[in-house]
């Protein structure tokens, strides 16, 4: 086999490997589905579990991820093609599963793009949620009444597309110099809005509702599946980023360091994300003479319909909406590019002769394709059915799947190795046995139950024909088209 070398794309310094990984782990996910998840489950209840797994959960996995790219030094599907080509599927499924993410999460963005516009007037007025439904989303009647196309949305999505494909053509080169803005400012952002929260009146509330533990809920198993799926979702773990990210480490040094770096930067924006929310609704409860628990804080409705309730009643209004909403640009922008970044890995080694150039604006026109359906009237539902599968069950079994593998079937000495020859033996073994057996017997457990489910429930009391297409349809879709990628893979390597 004739083998051409790779052109030098590698992180130039320490600091941009760290800042590529905080950058694709931290998103929008932080901002507005930990606050949701932590007020659907107890608030302190379930930052306890949420902490717990994140040390005991996500940082081996995070270490197994940065160990496969320094192992393999390619793409997720390269890593599991070096372990054995039968198991290349697997990595491909990641990736692919990963894009088909990110053609909604660009969409969620572009939402984000303008609402930056619309907080210059505070358009949504005294209706934020009417506002949210017609004017953003144009919502139909359900997932087969697809409505009108939003002009703004398109272009806002475009907008969107158009800057992820300057970011990621050039490469390291040029990811390093955004990285520079894109994880420092959002950062930046979230003080000034928590310290902004912190001292509104009710704020106490918001906090004592965020912090105060709840033991009789922190026994409830659903609290701590609720936590293990935020952690796993939060991190970006089983799509391929860290991988890829990891293969353009210069060498082995600070592995551990920069993994707990990484880990840890996630913990302090989640939090100083549930302080910006809680304070914030805490204040919002307070003007309405409801405790905390009344308010109905519902997912992405969160970040669009209550927190923009909640801006309106603060004084110089139009600032704190357009901070707010620059801060959610700028968290998601990272995590995209960085899946862009992964699947452009997995190409080059598929294909090392492509231009990169030109491999970047077909996935970038390709996403933006991708994404359309999500900025029609019934794009919500489609979002809604197709996140559930995609981003729940599909990342779950991959996580899984690469445990089991890695930790089972392939030299985990070798990569273990590839992690920090300073680790001492006790802890190398206790992360081997994590890998190998605990964690994915835990996750089994953790979404199984609710897996099975599936089969004896329609999702979302939506119509069945909408889960197959949406739910089941494109788990499969995903996972057909991640064999047809694997083969050619394989091809490639005999």
Same mark, same amino acid.
């Given at each position: 086999?004739?083998?051409?070398?790779?052109?030098?794309?590698?992180?130039?310094?320490?600091?941009?490997?760290?800042?590529?990984?905080?950058?694709?782990?931290?998103?929008?996910?932080?901002?507005? &589905?930990?606050?949701?998840?932590?007020?659907?489950?107890?608030?302190?209840?379930?930052?306890?579990?949420?902490?717990?797994?994140?040390?005991?959960?996500?940082?081996? $996995?995070?270490?197994?991820?940065?160990?496969?790219?320094?192992?393999?030094?390619?793409?997720? =599907?390269?890593?599991?093609?070096?372990?054995?080509?039968?198991?290349?599927?697997?990595?491909?499924?990641?990736?692919?599963?990963?894009?088909?993410? !990110?053609?909604?999460?660009?969409?969620?963005?572009?939402?984000?793009?303008?609402?930056?516009?619309?907080?210059?007037?505070? =358009?949504?007025?005294?209706?934020?949620?009417?506002?949210?439904?017609?004017?953003?989303?144009?919502?139909?009647?359900?997932?087969? %009444?697809?409505?009108?196309?939003?002009?703004?949305?398109?272009?806002?999505?475009?907008?969107?597309?158009?800057?992820?494909?300057?970011?990621? &053509?050039?490469?390291?080169?040029?990811?390093?110099?955004?990285?520079?803005?894109?994880?420092?400012?959002?950062?930046?952002?979230?003080?000034?809005? @928590?310290?902004?929260?912190?001292?509104?009146?009710?704020?106490? %509330?918001?906090?004592?509702?965020?912090?105060?533990?709840?033991?009789?809920?922190?026994?409830?198993?659903?609290?701590?599946?609720?936590?293990?799926?935020?952690?796993?979702?939060? +991190?970006?773990?089983?799509?391929?980023?860290?991988?890829?990210?990891?293969?353009?480490?210069?060498?082995? @040094?600070?592995?551990?360091?920069?993994?707990?770096?990484?880990?840890?930067?996630?913990?302090?924006?989640?939090? +100083?994300?549930?302080?910006?929310?809680?304070?914030?609704?805490?204040?919002?409860?307070?003007?309405? /003479?409801?405790?905390?628990?009344?308010?109905?804080?519902?997912?992405?409705?969160?970040?669009? !319909?209550?927190? *923009?309730?909640?801006?309106?009643?603060?004084?110089? @209004?139009?600032?704190?909406?357009?901070?707010?909403?620059?801060?959610?640009?700028?968290?998601? $922008?990272?995590?995209?590019?960085?899946?862009?970044? =992964?699947?452009?890995?997995?190409?080059?080694?598929?294909? *090392? &002769?492509?231009?990169?150039?030109?491999? @970047?604006?077909?996935?970038?026109?390709?996403?933006?394709?991708?994404?359309?359906?999500?900025?029609?009237?019934? /794009?919500?539902?489609?979002?809604?059915?197709?996140? #559930?599968?995609?981003?729940?069950?599909?990342?779950?079994?991959?996580?899984?799947?690469?445990?089991?593998?890695?930790?089972?079937?392939?030299?985990?000495?070798?990569?273990?190795?590839?992690?920090?020859?300073?680790?001492?033996?006790?802890?190398?073994?206790?992360? &081997?046995?994590?890998?190998?057996?605990?964690?994915?017997?835990?996750?089994?457990?953790?979404?199984?139950?609710?897996?099975?489910? %599936?089969?004896?429930?329609?999702?979302?009391?939506?119509?069945?024909?909408?889960?197959?297409? /949406?739910?089941?349809?494109?788990?499969?879709?995903?996972?057909? !088209?991640?064999?047809?990628?694997?083969?050619? #893979?394989?091809?490639?390597?005999?």
């Amino acid at each position: 086999m004739n083998t051409v070398m790779k052109p030098n794309n590698k992180w130039s310094k320490e600091i941009f490997f760290i800042l590529a990984c905080v950058g694709a782990a931290v998103g929008l996910g932080n901002l507005w &589905r930990f606050p949701y998840m932590a007020y659907q489950n107890g608030g302190g209840a379930f930052l306890i579990p949420f902490i717990i797994c994140l040390f005991l959960v996500g940082i081996p $996995i995070a270490m197994l991820e940065i160990g496969l790219g320094r192992w393999s030094g390619g793409s997720v =599907a390269e890593s599991f093609n070096k372990a054995n080509k039968r198991w290349t599927w697997i990595g491909w499924w990641a990736l692919i599963n990963s894009m088909v993410i !990110v053609f909604y999460y660009c969409v969620v963005l572009a939402w984000s793009v303008q609402y930056i516009v619309y907080s210059l007037t505070e =358009a949504w007025a005294e209706t934020p949620n009417a506002f949210f439904l017609s004017n953003i989303l144009g919502i139909s009647s359900g997932p087969f %009444e697809l409505g009108s196309l939003s002009l703004f949305g398109l272009i806002a999505l475009f907008i969107v597309w158009l800057s992820i494909f300057f970011i990621v &053509r050039s490469g390291t080169r040029g990811l390093s110099k955004v990285l520079m803005f894109t994880v420092p400012l959002p950062l930046i952002l979230l003080i000034i809005l @928590a310290g902004r929260g912190l001292t509104l009146p009710g704020a106490g %509330e918001g906090m004592s509702y965020l912090f105060t533990p709840r033991f009789d809920e922190i026994l409830n198993l659903s609290v701590w599946a609720a936590a293990a799926s935020q952690v796993v979702l939060s +991190l970006g773990l089983g799509m391929g980023q860290m991988v890829a990210y990891a293969s353009k480490k210069r060498d082995d @040094a600070h592995v551990v360091k920069s993994g707990i770096t990484i880990c840890s930067m996630d913990l302090v924006f989640s939090i +100083l994300a549930g302080i910006t929310v809680f304070s914030t609704m805490g204040f919002l409860a307070f003007s309405r /003479g409801i405790p905390i628990e009344e308010l109905n804080m519902q997912g992405l409705f969160l970040a669009f !319909v209550s927190y *923009p309730m909640a801006i309106s009643s603060l004084p110089l @209004a139009p600032l704190w909406g357009v901070l707010f909403f620059v801060l959610l640009v700028t968290l998601g $922008i990272d995590s995209a590019f960085a899946v862009i970044e =992964a699947n452009l890995t997995g190409l080059e080694d598929l294909k *090392p &002769r492509l231009n990169r150039n030109s491999l @970047a604006l077909i996935m970038c026109i390709i996403g933006f394709l991708g994404g359309i359906i999500f900025t029609t009237g019934a /794009g919500l539902f489609w979002l809604d059915i197709v996140d #559930h599968w995609v981003a729940y069950y599909s990342i779950a079994a991959i996580i899984i799947l690469q445990c089991l593998v890695f930790g089972n079937f392939a030299p985990i000495s070798d990569i273990a190795s590839r992690i920090s020859q300073s680790w001492s033996g006790f802890i190398s073994v206790v992360w &081997r046995i994590l890998i190998s057996y605990v964690l994915p017997l835990a996750l089994i457990l953790v979404f199984g139950a609710n897996f099975i489910n %599936e089969f004896t429930t329609v999702y979302g009391d939506y119509q069945f024909t909408a889960v197959a297409i /949406g739910g089941w349809g494109v788990f499969l879709a995903a996972l057909l !088209v991640g064999f047809i990628f694997a083969i050619r #893979h394989n091809q490639r390597k005999t």
